[in-house]
């Protein structure tokens, strides 16, 4: 089931005045609920599309993605990228990146995608910047960590965007370790001085920093 703060029909109608997406994505969409355990966690139509749009309006040449999962938001996010644009995308399960690798392989823009695998921190140590954008989308536990990790290797009016971060509610009432692990980072980021922030209710609360 998709994870989202508004009512079911609210978010229907939203979708259909959004624009659609190439037929590939739906078929992504149905593989990763058909064949892993946890599809909830793949990004919704709604949030690709404004990924889409962040990554044009911004005119990002340069992107990481922290948490790839089957690769519908990669895929969304590179095919907003000029033809020489590079995303770079972390993942640790053997799983998902088999099923993103077969999508990559199908779409012209799959050229653009660097699969990085392994424990994210250790990918970023060995990651030199400038980064026009970076979406935080992985466990929730080491938010504060990737935050802290890319920061230095944004560019000036470079932008993050970390995903979960109303956390179905959660926030409200945290109880078990990621409830806390999201207020922490959520508690953390509205503190940077460094960054200007806003917390929208997209599907499950999404956090945009923009650093200064």
Known sequence: MTVTLVPEAIESYAQDHSDDVEPLFNELRDETFAQMSSPQMQV????????????????ARRVLEIGMFTGYSTLMMASALPADGELITCEIDPAAEAIARRYFGRHPDG??????????????????????????????????????????????????????????????????????????????????????????????????ARKR
């Not at 971060?165 to 940077?192: K, M, Q, Y």
């Not at 200007?196 to 609360?205: A, M, N, Q, S």
């Open 44 to 59: 919704g139509r709604l949030e690709g599309r404004f990924l889409h749009l962040l990554i044009e309006l911004t005119s």
């Open 111 to 208: 050229g653009k995608i660097q699969i990085r695998m392994g424990p994210a921190l250790d990918t970023l140590k060995r990651l030199s910047g400038p980064l026009d954008f970076v979406f935080i989308d992985a466990d929730k536990g080491n938010y504060v960590a990737y935050y802290e990790a890319v920061l230095p290797l944004v560019r000036q009016g470079g932008l993050i965007v970390a995903d979960n971060t109303l956390w179905s509610g959660r926030v409200l009432n945290p109880e078990a370790e990621s409830d806390h692990a999201i207020v922490r980072f959520n508690d953390h980021v509205a503190g940077d001085s460094r960054v200007e922030k806003v917390v929208l209710t997209v599907r499950d609360g999404m956090t945009l």
